[in-house]
């Protein structure tokens, strides 16, 4: 699906600024686009895949594990592992589902057949149930990074985004 898939002309306009203010990565399921993500720091936008509305912007800066750098890739690695419950998009997202009381009786459901889960399983699951798609900018730095995040953010603040 591309950038100008929203049918509300006022959003397509908003994305197009927002496709022109950097090289964007081709969008991908959420899950899958992982391991391809960059090690490098950058900006990702998450969007839902049949409205095509854009739900959330981030950046990740030149975070290191072990030594390696993770940027991109280990942001979004956190979100899908459960471990980013309370920061950004996870939260946001564990949010939504403890709101939703169809995802939480299921929750039950499961609880009752297979015993407990753990914090994290129930943040992991909570990114995952909203089925999103990502795209992501490479930038040279955290800095850059952070003002890329900015300006997109100023451009699609009043279009549903999820950010606090």
Partial sequence: MSWSAVHDLRLRARYAEVRDLAEWSDWMPFEAAIPSAPREPGVYLLREPVTAIIRYVGMAGERASAGRPQGLYGRLKIYSNGRGAISGFGEEALDRALADPVWLEQQLQDLRAHGPKTAQDWAREAVLRLDLEVAWSVTPDTHDAR???????????TTGLWNR
Avoid: G, K, N, R
């Avoid at 995040?149 to 603040?157: G, I, S, Y």
């Fill in 147 to 157: 003002y890329l995040e900015t300006q997109v953010h100023t451009l699609l603040q």
